[in-house]
Nanobody, 121 residues
Framework: QVQLVESGGGLVQAGGSLRLSCAPS????????MAWFRQAPGKGREFVAG????????RYADSVKGRFTISRDNAKNTVYLQMNSLKREDTAVYYC??????????????WGQGTQVTVSS
């Protein structure tokens, strides 16, 4: 069974940084677009950042532009989300997804189990 496994979440103070990682098990996603989504309590799943299969293209939600950076290392079969200048409103469960290069969560067939990011003031 194909799985995406996220890691790197945790508790951080506002203004701090975290780096999330996502690595699939069971297959490689080197020819897939990858993305990060997040979901805060009581809210829908929100697009955060996406990257094309070769890393040439990236896109970000306006709320994280200039603070978050998505990258991938296909040799390691891993995608990363570097999060800097974190704010309380970044608190959410963050999910990794594999699929087309899209900001629509409905386009993604493969998902991780999520990792909690909590930003305290």
């Amino acid at each position: 069974q194909v799985q995406l496994v996220e890691s790197g979440g945790g508790l951080v103070q506002a203004g701090g940084s975290l780096r999330l990682s996502c690595a699939p098990s069971g297959r490689t996603f080197s020819t897939h677009g990858m993305a990060w989504f997040r979901q805060a309590p009581g809210k829908g799943r929100e697009f955060v950042a996406g990257i094309s299969w070769n890393g040439d293209y990236t896109r970000y939600a306006d709320s994280v532009k200039g603070r978050f950076t998505i990258s991938r290392d296909n040799a390691k079969n891993t995608v990363y989300l570097q999060m800097n200048s974190l704010k309380r409103e970044d608190t959410a469960v963050y999910y990794c997804a594999a699929g087309p290069y899209s900001s629509n969560h409905l386009d993604y067939a493969y998902w991780g189990q999520g990792t909690q990011v909590t930003v305290s003031s």
